[in-house]
């Protein structure tokens, strides 16, 4: 079962449709006991990062995503959901929940670009990839975001991408796979990340 955390996210709904369309048994939920024996757990999010942070700490998920983690638990971040796991974030000047070193930080306006990113952009793989098995390379993947993650351990940086700044978007260690970009909205190749996200493809 995949166990998908709900504190009032915004696309909640979407990856659980995603997942559910690739005949997944999933549940959206805020229950401790339930996260914490489910064979994979998501972290989804949109919006804010303080809000976010706020929402995870009064819904006590904050001790249950650290949790799952040490019991190495497979565990997929998206989007807002990949920032929260690092240490702080420019936005609302805020500590995450330090699961991994780095800081989120907001897209330079020097570039001239529109800030946030929204659109499709590719990927620069970095190194063999997990989420990223039998899918053709270089993937196109759906963003929108104005802050991106700085991650201090650039061994497990699987791919970036380049909007002015260089951003770490796609990350894994042993339990952990984190998204910048959104697998939900990116068609066939967010869907086969999903897939190898919950058949367990090498993870």
């Known amino acids: 079962m995949i166990a998908i955390l709900d504190y009032d996210a915004g696309n909640l709904r979407s990856v659980e449709k995603a997942f559910l369309y690739l005949?997944?048994?999933?549940?959206?939920?805020a229950d401790a006991k339930t996260i914490l024996s489910a064979d994979r757990v998501v972290l989804?999010?949109?919006?804010?990062?303080?809000d976010a942070m706020d929402k995870l700490k009064a819904a006590g998920l904050d001790s249950v995503v650290r949790e799952v983690v040490a019991q190495k638990?497979?565990?997929?971040?998206?989007?807002?959901?990949?920032?929260?796991?690092?240490?702080?974030?420019?936005?609302?000047?805020?500590?995450g929940l330090g699961i991994l070193g780095g800081?989120?930080?907001?897209?330079?306006?020097?570039?001239?670009?529109?800030?946030?990113q929204i659109g499709w952009n590719h990927l620069t793989v970095q190194k063999e990839s997990r989420l990223l098995s039998g899918i053709e390379l270089p993937?196109?993947?759906?963003?929108?975001?104005?802050?991106?993650?700085?991650?201090?351990?650039?061994?497990?940086?699987a791919a970036t991408v380049e909007y002015g700044d260089v951003a770490d978007v796609l990350v894994e260690t042993d339990s952990i796979h984190l998204t910048q970009f959104h697998p939900e909205k990116s068609g066939k190749t967010g869907l086969q990340m999903l897939a190898n996200f919950a058949n367990g493809v090498n993870l």
């Open 139 to 157: 993937p196109y993947v759906y963003f929108v975001h104005s802050y991106y993650v700085d991650a201090k351990d650039k061994a497990t940086v």
């Open 73 to 95: 638990t497979p565990f997929l971040g998206i989007c807002l959901g990949m920032q929260l796991m690092y240490e702080y974030s420019e936005e609302g000047d805020c500590e």
């Open 23 to 29: 005949g997944q048994d999933v549940t959206v939920t």
């Open 44 to 50: 989804p999010g949109v919006g804010a990062f303080r």
């Open 103 to 116: 800081t989120v930080k907001r897209f330079s306006q020097e570039h001239g670009l529109k800030i946030p």
